[in-house]
């Protein structure tokens, strides 16, 4: 039977996956910021290139 890391250890290992976790909690709403800018941007391109006359692609 494999012998358990000390309480300390595991408390240190705990306080690791939390910070990682906020991180990456962090991270994906950047992410989903950045996605909901970049459609803005995409839109707002298409809006001008109809009121100025010029065809954009379907796709």
């Known amino acids: 039977m494999k012998k358990l890391p000390d309480e300390s250890l595991l408390l240190e290992i705990l ?3 939390k ?3 906020a ?3 962090e991270m994906y709403e950047f992410s989903k910021q950045i996605s909901h800018n970049t459609q803005i941007k995409a839109t707002k391109r298409e809006e001008a290139q109809q009121l100025n006359g010029q065809p954009f692609p379907d796709n």
């Open 23 to 25: 991180k990456a909690s």
């Open 19 to 21: 910070a990682t976790e």
């Open 15 to 17: 306080e690791i996956v």
